[in-house]
């Protein structure tokens, strides 16, 4: 289940007294507490003031030994966490009601551990009314708040928790708020065709996501209702395409009709603005969310024009999941052309059936409007389903009948029986070791025989989840395209990464079982070795050696104050090393393996700044003896991808080659390969570089960062040399991988003995508490990016129907 709350770090974040909504519902609970307790200008009231409320089988307090750290920001609520109240049984919170209508529910649940009672071992459901919030859970300090929104018809809330089997439950705190009738809308229009309208009011919504605009936090202490917001950037797929704006003037509540108990000003009065560069460059911005599937969701969306000029037209496109919300969207017209005037949408998106939400704003493509776009909140509802429930259902795979064995033991000798049981030992072992083919193989119709001889490599996931402190979001490294990516240390010591997939997906299932059938047959010093993996509870876990000075890119661009730049003997044994791994995969076996996914992310970095090639979910075997190349769907990352094969849909070895070409113009520039921010002539890598290089003006395109005292010109000759090479349009021309070891090689001879490491080239390790992301830098889906030049190597991606693309392009 997605959690509301995230440990996150805004760039910065407005304090200021807000004016409180006096509601007629107001309950608010400091449990465990003897004392009341002030957070802001509410007052939560202790426990046993309000005992009358409460039905349930004995008293049982906890109180936290010393003080809680408490992770911003929640720390502003920190004095709520210091106390809870065990519940050993069924218990009853019943609440007089007032006024009906909707009202908050808010759970407050961080575990601490005392002399009597281990909190986080909690497990147990909650419900309210005839809504399930809650089943099974295990709270995690990670994300103690859980908010939801009651439609009451009747004259009391009662909120039951039920504690599992030899466990319980407990509670911090507790807030009942009836909320103003313009909240929350009767019913929304749905994100279909049709446009039909659906009808909110018998359903419970729970609270995913609530994200302010513009990277600004909004405490609870600034919104009238209490609400927390969370800054925007950590959801953007690409930051470097929009720009974040803040703006404390006037509002004009009026004119949209809004007011602020919709959203406080701060929401409105920050933005995330499209990036403006050139206007010949279209592109869109998106944010990414983890959802449940199975529900449906309610999506409001927040508007404020305080960015653009009064005589320009800020016309712009908004998509859910790549479909059409609102197309040309005017917010002039929607306010009466008032200046600064709020405005906001709600949109129901129908049953999500993955487990990822997207929201994408885009330039309208009206003839004579700039290329705009802007978007001040966003909320992200949860609604429960027709059982009444807002858990997610977890679909565990039926046993094949393959995997039933029934040993019939009838009346008989001792002997007999004994035989009997041992043999169904046996078979139910057997089974067992059967079984990640079994639950695999549910996903697709090609025999799911991959992972048969893999059974070494299983880890159980309680083993998994000790060494990741039970994925703890402090302990993440990178997020790519197949999930998260942990740091983690088994009981051994040995520290490893842990790439926790989303195991909602079908394409994500393809690529888990590919990753550990190449990593589980290869061994190389160049290559990332696998450790094993865990398929438990449909989970696609991936444990590999851990690379302590992160991916390649992060040493190249985008972290400029936390890792050291690489000198230029450094990113030579870099490219050989990783050479000498792509290499190791083209002719080490029998058939050629193509990586199909060569970038500066994929390549890795241990303590000594040795590379390894890692990410092989899209790897692909060669073709055949007597075959050219294997034709096959185009799956990459946009902006690395050969030519030939995006349009020919033609694969071959030669395509990692033209990959890595563009990764060694990374390495030799110190810039990504496609980056909008900049002028539209400089903005595609490959386009200016290789300009500049055939009019002999090689110095222009070097990373600055590079030591050129000591840099051989002949060296660095040799390099541009073979990376022109491998650039080359058609496959045929290029060299093998071979060949460009053998050139990298002779480079790094050319540069002669080992350079004095100084300055900014100086090797160094990063400490442990530096997060090395491997985020791609680059835009991260095809429509994000529209427009720029792509003559070369992208021409075709733009002119083509391209349909196929993979969600990493």
């Known amino acids: 289940?997605?959690?509301?709350?995230?440990?996150?770090?805004?760039?910065?974040?407005?304090?200021?007294?807000?004016?409180?909504?006096?509601?007629?519902?107001?309950?608010l609970i400091n449990?465990?507490?003897?004392?009341?307790?002030?957070?802001?200008?509410?007052?939560?009231?202790?426990?046993?003031?309000?005992?009358?409320?409460?039905?349930?089988?004995?008293?049982?307090?906890?109180?936290?030994?010393?003080?809680?750290?408490?992770?911003?920001?929640?720390?502003?609520?920190?004095?709520?966490?210091?106390?809870?109240?065990?519940?050993?049984?069924?218990?009853?919170?019943?609440?007089?009601?007032?006024?009906?209508?909707?009202?908050?529910?808010?759970?407050?649940?961080f575990p601490f551990v005392q002399e009597n009672h281990n909190l986080t071992s909690a497990r147990f459901s909650v419900s309210a009314q005839n809504f399930t919030l809650l089943?099974?859970?295990?709270?995690?300090?990670?994300?103690?708040?859980?908010?939801?929104?009651?439609?009451?018809?009747?004259?009391?809330?009662?909120?039951?928790?039920?504690?599992a089997a030899n466990s319980f439950a407990f509670i911090n705190a507790l807030e009942v708020i009836s909320l103003p009738d313009e909240v929350i809308p009767a019913g929304a229009g749905l994100n279909t065709p049709e446009g039909s309208v659906q009808d909110l009011r018998a359903h419970a919504l729970e609270t995913v996501m609530r994200v302010n605009m513009g990277n600004v936090t909004i405490p609870p202490q600034n919104d009238t209702l209490g609400r927390l917001w969370f800054p925007d950037a950590r959801f953007l797929k690409s930051s470097n395409l929009v720009q974040f704006v803040t703006k404390q003037e006037g509002l004009n509540y009026s004119a949209g009709g809004e007011t602020e108990n919709i959203a406080p000003p701060l929401v409105y009065e920050s933005v995330t603005r499209l990036k403006q560069v050139d206007f010949s460059i279209r592109f869109n911005a998106t944010w990414q969310f983890d959802v449940d599937p199975g529900f449906e969701y309610l999506i409001r969306f927040h508007f404020c024009d305080i960015v653009s000029d009064s005589s320009n037209e800020?016309?712009?496109?908004?998509?859910?999941?790549?479909?059409?919300?609102?197309?040309?969207?005017?917010?002039?017209?929607?306010?009466?052309?008032?200046?600064?005037?709020?405005?906001?949408?709600?949109?129901?998106?129908?049953?999500?059936?993955?487990?990822?939400?997207?929201?994408?704003?885009?330039?309208?493509?009206?003839?004579?409007?700039?290329?705009?776009?802007?978007l001040n909140g966003l909320e992200i509802m949860k609604i429960s389903n027709s059982k009444n429930s807002l858990v997610a259902e977890i679909q565990f795979p039926k046993a094949s009948s393959k995997s039933k064995r029934w040993v019939v033991i009838g009346s008989g000798f001792g002997a007999v029986c004994l035989v009997g049981l041992a043999l169904a030992s046996i078979l139910v072992h057997r089974s067992r070791r059967r079984r990640v083919v079994i639950e695999l193989s549910k996903y697709s119709e090609e025999p799911s025989s991959v992972l048969n001889s893999k059974t070494g490599y299983l880890i159980p996931f309680k083993a998994v989840q000790?060494?990741?402190?039970?994925?703890?979001?402090?302990?993440?490294?990178?997020?790519?395209?197949?999930?998260?990516?942990?740091?983690?240390?088994?009981?051994?010591?040995?520290?490893?990464?842990?790439?926790r997939g989303n195991r909602h997906s079908n394409q994500g299932l393809s690529e888990f079982m590919t990753e550990i059938e190449m990593l589980s047959k290869f061994r190389h010093r160049h290559l990332v070795s696998l450790i094993g993996y865990c398929d438990e509870m449909n989970e696609m876990i991936i444990i590999y050696e851990y690379m302590a000075n992160g991916a390649l890119k992060n040493h190249l661009y985008g972290s400029e104050h936390l890792l050291p730049k690489l000198n230029w003997r450094q990113r030579l044994e870099i490219c050989i090393g990783s050479a000498r791994g792509l290499h190791y995969l083209h002719t080490g076996s029998e058939?050629?393996?193509?990586?199909?996914?060569?970038?500066?992310?994929?390549?890795?970095?241990?303590?000594?700044?040795?590379?390894k090639v890692a990410d092989f979910g899209l790897s692909k075997d060669g073709p055949e003896m007597d075959q050219t190349h294997v034709s096959t769907a185009v799956k990459g990352s946009f902006g690395y991808l050969d030519p030939e094969y995006l349009t020919?849909?033609?694969?071959?070895?030669?395509?990692?080659?033209?990959?890595?070409?563009?990764?060694?113009?990374?390495?030799?520039?110190?810039?990504?390969?496609?980056?909008?921010s900049r002028p539209k002539e400089t903005a595609n890598l490959i386009e200016w570089a290789m300009k500049e290089m055939k009019r002999g003006e090689l110095e222009t395109i070097l990373d600055p960062h590079i030591i050129k005292e000591g840099l051989k010109m002949e060296s660095l000759q040799k390099f541009a040399e073979t990376v022109e090479k491998c650039l080359a349009e058609c496959g045929p021309d290029r060299p093998t991988m071979g060949e460009v070891l053998w050139n990298l090689e002779c480079a790094l001879q050319l540069q002669g003995r080992e350079d004095?490491?100084?300055?900014?080239?100086?090797?160094?390790?990063?400490?442990?508490?530096?997060?090395?992301?491997?985020?791609?830098?680059?835009?991260?889906?095809?429509?994000?990016?529209?427009?720029?030049s792509m003559s070369r190597a992208f021409s075709q991606m733009v002119k083509s129907d391209v349909k196929d693309l993979s969600d990493k392009i």
């Open 756 to 788: 004095k490491r100084t300055g900014e080239g100086t090797p160094s390790t990063p400490p442990d508490d530096i997060s090395t992301s491997t985020t791609p830098f680059s835009v991260a889906s095809m429509g994000d990016l529209e427009g720029v």
């Open 135 to 163: 089943t099974n859970f295990q709270p995690s300090n990670a994300s103690p708040l859980k908010e939801y929104s009651l439609n009451i018809s009747s004259n009391q809330l009662v909120l039951v928790f039920t504690p």
């Open 591 to 611: 058939k050629a393996i193509i990586h199909r996914d060569v970038k500066s992310a994929n390549i890795l970095l241990d303590e000594n700044l040795m590379a």
């Open 31 to 109: 449990c465990g507490s003897s004392e009341n307790t002030t957070v802001g200008a509410r007052v939560f009231f202790a426990d046993q003031l309000n005992s009358t409320i409460l039905s349930t089988p004995g008293e049982v307090f906890a109180k936290a030994s010393s003080d809680l750290l408490v992770p911003f920001p929640f720390n502003y609520i920190s004095p709520l966490y210091q106390t809870a109240r065990v519940l050993n049984g069924t218990s009853e919170f019943v609440f007089p009601i007032k006024k009906r209508g909707r009202h908050w529910l808010r759970l407050h649940f």
């Open 314 to 374: 800020l016309l712009f496109n908004i998509f859910v999941n790549s479909l059409i919300v609102s197309a040309h969207l005017d917010l002039k017209k929607k306010t009466s052309k008032a200046i600064s005037a709020p405005y906001h949408m709600d949109v129901v998106k129908r049953l999500v059936t993955s487990g990822d939400l997207s929201v994408t704003i885009g330039p309208s493509e009206m003839r004579n409007v700039l290329p705009d776009g802007i």
């Open 648 to 676: 020919r849909q033609q694969l071959t070895e030669k395509s990692d080659v033209y990959s890595f070409g563009v990764v060694m113009l990374e390495i030799l520039s110190g810039r990504p390969v496609i980056d909008p």
């Open 1 to 27: 289940m997605p959690n509301l709350l995230f440990l996150v770090l805004p760039i910065w974040c407005l304090i200021f007294v807000s004016s409180e909504l006096d509601p007629v519902d107001n309950y």
């Open 466 to 499: 000790e060494a990741t402190d039970n994925f703890c979001e402090e302990m993440i490294i990178g997020i790519g395209g197949f999930g998260k990516v942990y740091k983690g240390m088994l009981k051994d010591g040995t520290k490893v990464a842990v790439k």
